[in-house]
C-alpha cells in the first residue's frame, strides 16, 4: 500500500540494486523450507557460496548507510533452490534480531495477489475485465465523463481516478471525478486496488482475505503469511519504527520510534509474510503460474498479468505495468517486480523471468525507500551463477547526505522583504546563517536539505536554479552552475538583487496553514503562500480550479484535488483531500 497523497513522507504530487548448476541450497520441499539456520538468525545465510556470500557482505553495510532496523531477505530460482536469512535488528528497545520466522508487512507487493484472484475468477467466467466496473460496482462513487472505468483499467492504474482516495468518502453523497479517458496514461491508484478487494469478496463471495488464503497461499504452502493485518498477529511479527517527528520532513538518519499498529483487510495491501512464503509465491510466478500440485493461473491468465498494458514512468524510465505488477527489462532480461510501503515496513520484490531467479527484502522502518538495491542485486548475482559469469561488484552506496558539490550552494541570497540568507561550504557540508542563527544542513537527497536545529527543520531548505539556467547545471568542465533561488515553507531568498514581492490573491488568505489527520497513514501537512500561490509544504503548488477547490501538484488533469471548507474568523477550517478530511491545527505562527 502507499503513503496516502497528503502525508508529508510521501507526497504523490510531486511527480521515488547465475550457473549452469542450481542454487546448493537444495529445492524446496512442499510446505518445508531449506533456509540455513544461522545463529541468532540474524547474521546474514552463514553460508559460504559466493552469492550468499556476497549478499552476506553487501546487506549489512546497506542498513548501515540506510540506518534500517532489520531486513528480511528471500531468494528462489524456478526450481526452488535458494534461502532465506535475516539481518539486524527486529526490535531496537530488546536487541531481539531479525529471523526468517518472523512477518513483514508487504505492502503494496499485496496487488499482485489480488489480481491473480481476480484472473481466476475471470478464468471461471464470474467477471469480465472489459465490461464496465460500475456493472458489478454500482455502489462506487465514481463520475465517469471520459468512458467507462473497466476491470482492466483499474488493474492497470489507467482509469484516470484518485490515487488514495478512501472507497467510501466520509460525505456519503460524495462522488471522485474522472480526469481522463480511461486507458490513456497511468496514475497509480489504491483506490481502484481498495475498490477491486471489494468486487472480488463480493464475485467470491467471502472475505478477500479468505480467497487469497484458498486460491493462492493453501496451494502454494505459505503457511506462515497473513492476508489480513490483524492485531492477533503482533506475536510473530518484527517490531517496526517511523521517523519520531512525523509532522516534518526526514531524511534516513532521522530519529525513529515503534509504530502505530495498524488493522486491515484492505486490496491495495494487508498481506503479511515471511521470506521462506514469499519464495514460493515468487517461485510460481517464475514458473508462469504452475504451483508444486497445481496451477494458480493459466498460461493464458499468465501473460494478461505479466503483459506491460501501460508505460509507467513512476515506476522508473523503462517500466510498464501489468495486473498489480510492473514490467521490466534488466540487462536485456524481463522483469517483473514491485514495491510495498506501509506505515512502517518497506519492501521490493524483483523476478528475472528469463533467468528463471527472484528476490524479496524488506525493512521494518518507514524512511521513505525501499530495499530495490538489495533485491536487484540478487538476482544480478544468481542469474550471473547460472549463466557461469563473474559474479557482479556490489552497488556502491553513496551516502545521500553528504554534499559532493558544495560550491554551487555557497553564496548570499535576499528575500523580497531584504532578509539575508547566506550559504556557507565547509568540510562538514553547509551551514546557513539566517535570522541571526546559523543551521547546519543535512542533505536529504537532491538539492533538498534539513536544519538540523528543530525550529527550522517545519520544511525543507530547497535550492534551484531558475529557467535560463544550464539544463544539466554544468559548466564547461563539470563544475556546477550555481544555484540561485532557495525556498523554506513560504519563504524564498534570490541570490544578487532583492526580488519583489508577489501578493496572495485576498480570495486564498483563508487557506494557509497546517492540517491534521489522526490516521497513522495521513498525519498532517501545511498549506502556505510563497510568491502569489499556495504550496503544500512550500514545494507542491496548488492550481486553482474554482470555489476553493485546487488540483493538487502540477500534473495536467490530475485527479489529486484539495478543497479547504468552514470559514471561520477567515480562516479554513478542514480540507478535504479524495474523501479523507484534515483540520486546522493552531500552531505557534498563527
Not at 540455513?36 to 557460496?49: C, N, V
Not at 460496482?137 to 478512501?166: K, Q
Not at 512525523?246 to 494487508?270: C, E, T
Request: glycine share 10%; charged share 20%; proline share 7%.
Amino acid at each position: 500500500m502507499r503513503v496516502p497523497v497528503l502525508n508529508r513522507r510521501s507526497f504523490l504530487f510531486q511527480a521515488g540494486v547465475v550457473a549452469a548448476v542450481p542454487f546448493s541450497g537444495g529445492a524446496v520441499a512442499k510446505g518445508e523450507s531449506p533456509a540455513a539456520k544461522q545463529p541468532g538468525g540474524a547474521s546474514g545465510f552463514g553460508r559460504k557460496e559466493p552469492v550468499y556470500a556476497a549478499l552476506d557482505g553487501f546487506v549489512p553495510a546497506y542498513l548501515e548507510m540506510m540506518n534500517g532496523p532489520g531486513l528480511t531477505l528471500g531468494i528462489t530460482d524456478r526450481e526452488g533452490h535458494g534461502g532465506e536469512a535475516g539481518y539486524g535488528l527486529a526490535n531496537l528497545e530488546t536487541g531481539a534480531p531479525v529471523t526468517t520466522e518472523l512477518l513483514f508487512q508487504i505492502g503494496s507487493i499485496s496487488k499482485s495477489f489480488l489480481a491473480i484472484v481476480l484472473l481466476q475468477l475471470q478464468e471461471e467466467g464470474k467477471v469480465d475485465f472489459h465490461r464496465p466496473a460500475l456493472e458489478y460496482m454500482p455502489w462506487l462513487a465514481i463520475e465517469t465523463p471520459y468512458g467507462d472505468v473497466t476491470v482492466h483499467h483499474m488493474l492497470s492504474h489507467t482509469s484516470g481516478l484518485p490515487g488514495d482516495a478512501p472507497v467510501f468518502p466520509s460525505n456519503p453523497t460524495e462522488m471522485y471525478r474522472q480526469s481522463w479517458k480511461p486507458g490513456e496514461r497511468f496514475h497509480y491508484s489504491n483506490f481502484c486496488f481498495q475498490a477491486l478487494g471489494k468486487l472480488a469478496a463480493s464475485l467470491d463471495k467471502r472475505p478477500l482475505h479468505v480467497s487469497i488464503q484458498k486460491r493462492i497461499l493453501d496451494p502454494l504452502g505459505m503457511k506462515a503469511t497473513s492476508p489480513v493485518l490483524t492485531e492477533t498477529i503482533l506475536a510473530r511479527t518484527a517490531e517496526s519504527y517511523t521517523p519520531a517527528m512525523r509532522d516534518r520532513p526526514f531524511g534516513p538518519k532521522a530519529r525513529r520510534m515503534p509504530a502505530a499498529k495498524i488493522n486491515s483487510d484492505s486490496g491495495a495491501g494487508a498481506i503479511a509474510s515471511t521470506p521462506g512464503d514469499m519464495r514460493r509465491y515468487m517461485q510460481m510466478i517464475l514458473n508462469r503460474g504452475a504451483g508444486p500440485e497445481k496451477r494458480i493461473l493459466s498460461e493464458e491468465s499468465f501473460v494478461q498479468f505479466s503483459t506491460a498494458h501501460v508505460k509507467a514512468e513512476e515506476f522508473g524510465p523503462t517500466a510498464s505495468y501489468g495486473y498489480g505488477i510492473a514490467v521490466d527489462t534488466l540487462n536485456g532480461h524481463r522483469i517483473l517486480r514491485h514495491t510495498g510501503g506501509m506505515v512502517s515496513f518497506m519492501s521490493a520484490m524483483h523476478l528475472d523471468l528469463d533467468a528463471g531467479v527472484g528476490a524479496f527484502a524488506s525493512i521494518n522502518a518507514q524512511l521513505d525507500y525501499r530495499p530495490n538495491p538489495v533485491a536487484q542485486y540478487a538476482i544480478e548475482l544468481m542469474r550471473a551463477e547460472k549463466e557461469g559469469k563473474p559474479l557482479p561488484n556490489a552497488p556502491k552506496l553513496e551516502d545521500s547526505s553528504v554534499v559532493t558539490d558544495p560550491a554551487q550552494y555557497a553564496g548570499e541570497y535576499l528575500s523580497p522583504e531584504g532578509e539575508m540568507c547566506r550559504v556557507t561550504a565547509n568540510a562538514d557540508g553547509l551551514t546557513l546563517d539566517l535570522d541571526g542563527h546559523r543551521l547546519r544542513l543535512m542533505r536529504m537527497g537532491g538539492s533538498r536539505f534539513l536544519a538540523a536545529e528543530e525550529a527550522y527543520s517545519d520544511f525543507a531548505f530547497v535550492f534551484r536554479r531558475e529557467p535560463g539556467a544550464a539544463a544539466d547545471g554544468d559548466k564547461d568542465g563539470g563544475e556546477k552552475e550555481p544555484m540561485t533561488v532557495v525556498q523554506h515553507g513560504g519563504r524564498w531568498f534570490q541570490r544578487g538583487a532583492k526580488p519583489v514581492a508577489v501578493a496572495l490573491p485576498e480570495r486564498w488568505a483563508a487557506y494557509p496553514g497546517k492540517y491534521m489527520n489522526d490516521s497513522p497513514w495521513l498525519g498532517s501537512f501545511h498549506v502556505v503562500s510563497r510568491k502569489g500561490q499556495l504550496w503544500i509544504e512550500g514545494e507542491t503548488p496548488l492550481i486553482e480550479l474554482g470555489a476553493g477547490e485546487f488540483r493538487a501538484g502540477d500534473e495536467p488533469d490530475s485527479p489529486e484535488t484539495i478543497r479547504f471548507y468552514h470559514l471561520v474568523d477567515g480562516r479554513a477550517q478542514m480540507v478535504k483531500s479524495g474523501g479523507a478530511d484534515f483540520w486546522r491545527i493552531t500552531t505557534e505562527e498563527d
